[in-house]
């Protein structure tokens, strides 16, 4: 079974389990009646590992909270310079 979110715009988010891949463009509010439309969203991965949630948590804030930078990265912390089979690409 999968749960799949639904968005009601009086009552908010409503979650449905129904089988994979079974899962409707749209459900009933159980409050209101009025058509809810899915909500796609990350699937749950609890169980994975620190590092993966925090990466998925780090891309979510960039899409609204961007990170600027002042200028670009300096020449001695290019890759090429950490390891020297990597300068003899072509660089862009």
Not at 9 to 29: D, K, M, N, Q
Not at 59 to 88: I, M, T, Y
Request: proline fraction near 12%.
């Amino acid at each position: 079974m999968a749960v799949y979110q639904y968005h009601c715009a009086e009552h908010g988010v409503l979650e449905v389990a129904r089988p994979i891949g079974t899962a409707a463009a749209s459900e009933l509010c159980p409050d209101c009646a009025t058509p809810a439309p899915r909500v796609f969203t990350a699937p749950r991965l609890a169980l994975g590992s620190a590092r993966n949630r925090a990466l998925i948590d780090r891309a979510e804030r960039s899409a609204d909270q961007p990170a600027v930078v002042s200028a670009p990265p300096s020449r001695r912390s290019a890759p090429q310079a950490l390891n020297p089979a990597l300068a003899r690409l072509p660089r862009l």
